[in-house]
């Protein structure tokens, strides 16, 4: 039962009624004069205030419809995920009220830690060790994962037609399901974690609060709920909606080149992952357990179709014949492959041509066998780096705040490190009795987090467009370049710890 | 040139009697009153003109909080020996990176337990627009917050910005404001915390405003107080190229005689026998305000802005 106070103004003084409401079971409004000595015309007035004040409350109005949470996640991926997981791990902000929404389906990922399937999934990622130790001891999802389908790998070895580049460097391959999988399970054990992820559910429209002077804004979902929220995070992707919503610039180029991602097997198993530049950009082999491996390669548009469509047989070659031949032997086995040429005449091309050059052999000294039909799959590659990634009531995180060359693997790892610093900012504003969805809250995020994501931003970029030059003498130099760096080791490692 | 005579001229002839002058009660006085009034409508915009006050916020709860978290009894007398957190009669910096990492958890985990369980009473003085009173609601360890002032225009701006925030204007009673000056508070109502933020140096009759405050104090309360130095270093800073040249607050919101030297509080509480059994100047930390990053404390408190933390001892 709830009761409210209502002053209604009288001639000469204020009776103060108490009216009670019972919730449940009939509603029955019941109004106690707390002044006995009123007369009944008074009394008449005063049940007429009152109700012309209760009727606006009994019209269902949009608003009873409406929630208020403290955070709204947009976008169920890694970064959405970690970001719920980090916020409801801190003890300054497992308190907050947290709704994820994500248009898809979490039923996969599920499904993943029941029954995982035998292939891999062909949306595998690296974590650095710097993601994996706060996934590990600032999260505790870390042991969630499917340990026999994470791989780790230790060394580089970057190289193109005239050198050579090797580094140690500690990394882990993962699938993208496998971390959601983990995060849902760390989300499970936590308090009001896993109820509040909503998948299946899509955001129909963002709109800013036009009621009662609030500034939060009001997400329209598809399941029919609105929510309003104190900070709404868009981590929902390149194009995200938030970002057009709290009309953020993003900035950037594409780089008229597609990823083409597979997963392969190779001859032996190896802990080494290798990366050789073409004049297309660069094509990556990255270890998985046992014989499996995963390619990303970066094609132009034209070419990123001729080859995902290429038979499957022909495909292990024509990523051996990449990896080995020299890149002016290239273009003609493309050229064969996009004529449609007979499986046998480009296998047999292309085995000849290895047979005669084995002169890279010692950079790439394994061998494709086989890839899997139904995991090839390509995408648009573009770096773009939004304005800022605050605005009141907003943050984005991950690929909603910046895209980038997928070369260094580090798309993910500045997504977590994105989720890392904006739930420090956040719980220091909590300390410090701000309001979390406010600017002054969310200002250290961007600042600190704006200036590094740019460094690595361009430092790919720049990579991609050094690699991209094929003139003779600018590629000798580059070659002598990488062959120097390779043997100064000290000056090697000053730039692979910056990583 | 003229302004600096005018600057020694303020900076000896009136401070220090008005800081003893005794008459009429705390109040301030209009021209005061009608400045702040005029404040009102910008006050909660983070980007307007008092960017400044917001940004300064952030250090004053960085003070408070901090300051309260040092100062927790962390083994109360009743504690039995065996949950007693260790606390080693000397410094931990003497000792080994791991043990002391684990010793200084320890009394982080405690001191978090300790915190968490607190519902302290709060009184904001000179609240404004309530950019503290609102920090000091939301804490968690703040149970209730009374704001007052004596600006009605001011108050009625917080009162505007509690509507927005569901946590504030929900949590019914949390935080209130109030239209009245500290001397016609019930004596009888006492407080945890009290917080005199930027309000010394506006007010006529300064120690009788914190001889209100501090009889407000439950034992073991808090007065927290920032104002300012009177010295050239704040004329410079805070009226010279805060109000004439960056004008990054407007122009007549200091006035300098107004300014009050931390060594005078110190000097003012140990002056009389009776307040320096009762209270003690627990800590007095230095701020400035660098532009295109925001308030940091400085090493000496004796120059410029300062904070301030008082406590009831008995």
Redesign the interface.
Known sequence: MSHRDILVPDCNNCLKLTLHTHVGGKRKNRIHLQDRKITTVRKIIAVRIIWCQLIPSMIPSPILNTLKRDVVIIGGGPAGLLLLAALKTSPYLRHLLCTLIEGGSLALAKQFGVDPPKEYTNRIISLTPATASYMDLGMGCWNHLHHDRLKRYNHIIAYDDDGKIGFDMDAYMVEVINVQLALLKRLAELENGFENVWDQCKVTEIEKNGGSGSDWPIVKLSNGKSVEARLLVGCDGFNSPVRHFARIQSRGWPYDRFGVVATIKVSKPTQVAYQKFLPTGPLAILPLEGDDATIVWSLTPELSETLCAAPSEVFPHLVNAAMKLDSHELPYIYEMVKNNDNVDNVIDEIQWRLNKASVFDKYYDNTVTKVFDKSRARFPLKMSHADTYVAPRIALVGDAAHTIHPLAGQGLNLGQADVQLLVGALEKASTRGLDIGSTLALEPYVSERWPANHVMLGVCDKFHKVFGVNWGPFNAMRGFGMNTLDSLGLAKNLIVNQV | MKSITTFLKRCISTGFRRWHSTGKLTSTSPEELAHFNALASSWWD??GPQRIL??M??LR??FI?STIREHLKLNPPDCPEEDKVYIPPYSVDLLPEPIKRQIVWEQDMRR?EILSQKKLKVLDVGCGGGILS???????F?DDVMGIDLSSEVLQAAK?HQ????MLSENNGKLDYQLTAIEDLPKSETYDIITMFEMLEHVDYPSKVLTEGLQRLNVGGWLFLSTINRDFVSWFTTIFMGEHVLRIVPVGTHTLEKYINQQEIRDWISEDPQRLRSYEVVDTKGTVYLPAYGWKFTSNPNVGNYFMALRRVK
């Open positions: 983070v980007n917001h940004k916020n952030l709860m960085d909080y978090d609102e920090s000091m609601a939301r804490s968690s703040v505007i509507q927005k925030d569901p």
